[in-house]
């Protein structure tokens, strides 16, 4: 489910129907992207909202022992280059699949494999943004976790530069998880990259993390491993 604008402008767009995904997503096929709105874009874009839920039971895996990678959003799964201003998700989104990753990947592909979860933007790559607001619950329930989890209330993975925002929705990973795997988890931001800013952004949902039975994470923590999680309208992070 792919999707590419590379030039021009996206503006005023709105989505109120469900999504439902069920296949099996494996490397042969490396990057897959689902969104509310926009799969893919590189364009700037403007004036977007998602009311539709996003439903997800499928399985990852590296069956030839190559990395995958999954975005999923409620308004962009990646969004890259140029701005996007005034977007806002208020539909519930939930995985119930698996990562997985096989016996034989080397490290580095299990590093790798990974699912990019966020309320807005799955993905922001070297992107400004304004204005990006989620006030749809993120949930991953009953997934069993071998690779890597980036699950943000307004981004998943953020190479970005972003001014005022906020979640409101709730966060809550339920789940299993293999020795090895990796989970970030943000009320704002998951995974932050080098050069990334928050600006006046705000998080008054509630995340948690229950693994194996025990709870990893409560309230309003930063992440299971980092995360941006509350940032107060200064700007400064916290």
Request: glycine share 16%.
């Amino acid at each position: 489910h792919e999707d590419e604008v590379t030039l021009g402008k996206i503006s005023n767009c709105e989505n109120n129907g469900n999504i439902t995904i069920d296949a099996d997503m494996n490397d042969n096929d490396s990057v897959f992207r689902i969104a509310g709105i926009i799969c893919y874009s590189r364009a700037e874009t403007s004036d977007l909202v998602n009311n539709g839920n996003i439903t997800i039971s499928s399985r990852l895996y590296n069956a030839d022992a190559n990395a995958y990678m999954l975005c999923v959003a409620g308004v962009v799964a990646y969004k890259g280059t140029k701005a996007i201003t005034n977007a806002k998700n208020t539909g519930d989104i939930t995985f119930s699949g698996s990562i997985e990753t096989s016996s034989g990947a080397t490290t580095a592909v299990k590093d790798a494999c990974r699912l990019n979860l966020g309320g807005v933007l799955g993905f922001g790559n070297g992107v400004c943004g304004s204005e990006l607001y989620n006030e749809g619950d993120i949930t991953i329930d009953g997934a069993s976790i071998a690779g890597q989890l980036r699950m943000g209330g307004v981004v998943g993975q953020a190479n970005a530069k972003i001014t005022t925002g906020g979640n409101s929705g709730n966060i809550l990973i339920k789940g299993t998880s293999s020795v090895g795997s990796q989970l970030i988890l943000g009320g704002i931001a998951g995974y932050v990259g080098e050069n990334t800013t928050f600006t006046g952004c705000l998080n008054t949902g509630n995340n948690s993390c229950v693994l194996d039975g025990q709870v990893c994470i409560t309230g309003n923590g930063a992440g299971v491993t980092t995360g941006i999680d509350l940032l107060p309208r200064t700007g400064e992070n916290g």
